[in-house]
Antibody, heavy 124, light 107 residues
């Protein structure tokens, strides 16, 4: 059974960089069938897609966050990571990593396995 | 930017049918997906490619599509179905978009 687990600091200071890692177990991150994504959810609010990465390193970002986001993959560790720079209180959220699947010629993604999520608070 | 519009809340009595809609201009061309999220838990995929149900999801969950609107239908609603439901799709440039979410209350 595929499992994803987020890890990283739960508290980040304003203007600093948020860094999270997702460790994948029960399956290979190098599979050509899947993408790997980050999604966040501010407390009491809805879901927001941050971006996806393919095992080859190709990345796809939410235009609204693109200038601050970097997603990378480490196939040797079966992990992928998120960095979000210049954070503010508005970046306080539960951050989820998830396995994505693409459908069709025009990339149409959905997420079939999710991590449990990790709360990151931005505060001094 | 592309948006998916859902009603904030839907209420039904146990045993009745709940219908949650999601509207978006690109939905005639792009598949929609539905997730169930209970408090404190990660979302769970309940419908993919408009109408398909993943293994392990009860048959009372079904999806449909008509023009710019997709609908999640829960037949014979049970108390355990009380949750938030989110639709999701992708715009024509490949950006993943979620609807604002619908809180389903079982009266």
């Amino acid at each position: 059974q595929l499992q994803l687990q987020e890890s990283g600091p739960g508290l980040v200071k304003p203007s600093e960089t948020l860094s999270l890692t997702c460790t994948v177990s029960g399956g290979s991150i190098s599979s050509s069938s899947f993408y790997w994504g980050w999604i966040r959810q501010p407390p009491g609010k809805g879901l927001e897609w941050i971006g996806n990465i393919y095992y080859s390193g190709s990345t796809y970002y939410n235009p609204s966050l693109k200038s601050r986001v970097t997603i990378s993959v480490d196939t040797s560790k079966n992990q992928f990571s998120l960095k979000l720079s210049s954070v503010t209180a508005a970046d306080t959220a539960v951050y989820y990593c998830a396995r994505g699947r693409a459908v069709g010629a025009t990339p149409n993604y959905y997420f079939d396995y999710w991590g449990q999520g990790t709360l990151v608070t931005v505060s001094s | 930017s592309y948006e998916l519009t859902q009603p904030p809340s839907v209420s039904v009595s146990p045993g009745q049918t709940a219908r949650i809609t999601c509207s978006g201009d690109a939905l005639p061309k792009q598949y929609a997906y539905w997730y169930q999220q209970k408090p404190g838990q990660a979302p769970v995929l309940v419908i993919y490619k408009d109408i398909e149900r993943p293994s392990g999801i009860p048959e009372r969950f079904s999806g449909s599509s008509s023009g710019t609107t997709v609908t999640l239908t829960i037949s014979g609603v049970q108390a355990e179905d009380e949750a938030g439901y989110y639709c999701q799709s992708t715009d024509t440039s490949g950006t993943v978009v979620f609807g604002g979410g619908t809180k389903l209350t079982v009266l």
